[in-house]
């Protein structure tokens, strides 16, 4: 079984970060081996319409033609049996260097015909992991929609979320006083290793399922 780790998120230690760090761990103990992936380390673009990955008889049929930080990693998550994929929410949307990477995975998978089958040669498992700051259902359409996307075009997929999180150590220093940072630090004190918890246990089960599965909260 192997396992991809997407971190979308630029921090290596934050949030985001030991989030996939727990759904990567839980995966190790179900056996499976993994590897995790900073796309901020990365130097890519997002899909630029070109349509060569739609070309009949193209050499690129089915998978990106550009040439860039991203190849070996767009052919590592084709061929992996689990993506992990996580990132902090920023304006109604994951980061744009996650989106970025998405957009060069998912679209070479489809097609325009009308049986509109994904490409790629076997399903996908796929655990989403998102952080932010805002409350829990702030994001609920969006978690719907991009569940809904991966189930479709990679495989079975679930998420979890941490939400309410913490994001500066002094929150003096910063503008952001509509914050009660006595309750932000309390729920991060005692909710995040919760949701680290809720992220190992998501990364077990996909690594330890060899059943195909739509999971998720939709």
Not at 111 to 140: C, Q, S, V
Request: hydrophobic content about 35%.
């Amino acid at each position: 079984m192997k396992v991809l780790a997407i971190n979308g998120g630029a921090q290596k230690n934050r949030n985001t970060a030991k989030m996939l760090q727990s759904a990567l761990d839980g995966a190790a103990e179900a056996g499976a081996s993994g590897e995790t992936v900073h796309l901020y380390d990365l130097n890519y673009k997002g899909c630029i319409g070109c349509h060569a990955c739609k070309l009949k008889g193209g050499s690129s049929f089915g998978r990106c033609v550009q040439k860039d930080g991203l190849t070996e990693v767009l052919e590592k998550a084709i061929n992996a049996d689990v993506l992990l994929l996580a990132s902090p929410m920023y304006f109604n949307d994951v980061t744009g260097a996650l989106r970025s990477f998405m957009e060069r995975l998912f679209f070479p998978a489809i097609t325009y015909n009308k049986e509109r089958t994904p490409l790629y040669p076997h399903p996908i498992k796929a655990g989403w992991l998102f952080t932010m700051n805002a409350p829990g259902e702030f994001y609920d359409t969006f978690f719907k929609g991009i569940i809904n996307s991966s189930n479709w075009i990679l495989g079975p997929s679930e998420y979890t979320i941490a939400y309410g999180t913490k994001q500066f150590e002094d929150y003096s220093k910063y503008e952001a006083d509509m914050f009660d940072v006595p309750a932000v630090t309390k729920r991060h004190e005692e909710q995040f290793p919760k949701d680290c918890e809720a992220a190992r246990e998501m990364g077990k089960r996909l690594a330890a399922n060899n059943d195909l599965y739509i999971g998720g909260n939709i």
